[in-house]
């Protein structure tokens, strides 16, 4: 076996200095084979055909996405303006009823939340979630985003770029 591979994995004194660099080295390793298969990774494809229309045939580009995060527990506001100008308002609520186990599977157009008067509920299929999902992605940016991500998809993806973009800003401003 070469010595140049025994030293990276044996140290070559007793205080341990070449230990913590292979530490290092092997973290950072990991930590970027982690992000290559992230970022290589392709979400789950949807049925544009099975999309809600009110969502699906939004003109595009659109000129804003934003997403609000609500402490009730989670429930999501989206806010889509599209190439006109027109403001669509989405609510998924994080439950219907205190101890209802299903999670974000309602939908509800007028409104950043279930709650109000105007919001009326539309069905919520898989594609649709995955549409949405999509648009908040590609679209929306900021805290909320990251919070609506997470609790829509909930893959290891969106907390691997959240806690990313995170190390990034602490080790950029160290």
Known sequence: ???????????????????????????????????LGLLLW?????????????????????????AEWYLDGGSIGLEITDATGQITKLAIPVGSEPGDSRRYHRLFLGALYAKHSNAVEVAFSRDTRRY?????????????????????RGSFRDYFEVFGRIAYRRLRDF
């Open 42 to 66: 392709r979400p789950s494809a949807y049925d544009r055909a099975q999309v809600l229309p009110a969502v699906r045939d939004l003109p595009r580009p659109f000129q804003k996405v934003s």
């Open 1 to 35: 076996m070469d010595t140049e591979i025994l030293t990276v994995f044996i140290p070559a004194n007793s205080d341990g200095g070449n230990l913590s660099m292979t530490r290092n080295k092997i973290a950072i390793t990991v930590f970027v084979a982690m992000g």
């Open 132 to 152: 949405l999902t999509e648009i908040l992605q590609k679209e929306a940016s900021g805290a909320d985003r990251d919070m609506a991500l997470i609790c829509l």
